[in-house]
């Protein structure tokens, strides 16, 4: 099974940065695509970002012009740089991949998140 390992969160200031990482177990070039989701409390999950195999991205709207997703082939390593944090943005970032069907019986693979918490 593939496995993802995300680190980076924690809490900042508005308007700070921080930058997320997740480690893939397998080649990230064997999957077909890697990406960014997060989920505040009592919300749905949502995309924040997304990196197909070929390099291609999809940026959410909320975040666009913030946020940027990119990755690390040699490390097995898809990044989210986050800056100018608004309140919105608080929640926990998980990482995701979508895995060929050919090669996993479960197309869909998550981390277990990292927290961006909320700032006082």
């Known amino acids: 099974q593939v496995q993802l390992v995300e680190s980076g969160g924690g809490l900042v200031q508005p308007g700070g940065s921080l930058r997320l990482s997740c480690v893939a177990s397998e080649s990230i070039l064997s999957l077909n695509a890697m990406g960014w989701y997060r989920q505040a409390p009592g919300k749905e999950r949502e995309l924040v970002a997304t990196?197909?195999?070929?390099?291609?991205?999809n940026v959410a709207d909320s975040v666009k012009g913030r946020f940027t997703i990119s990755r690390d082939n040699a490390k097995n390593t898809v990044y989210l740089q986050m800056n100018s944090l608004i309140p919105e943005d608080p929640a926990r970032y998980y990482c995701?991949?979508?895995?060929?069907?050919?090669?996993?019986?479960?197309?869909?693979?998550w981390g277990q998140g990292t927290l961006v918490p909320v700032s006082s």
């Open positions: 995701h991949a979508n895995v060929p069907a050919w090669w996993s019986r479960y197309p869909d693979v």
């Open positions: 990196m197909t195999r070929t390099g291609s991205t």
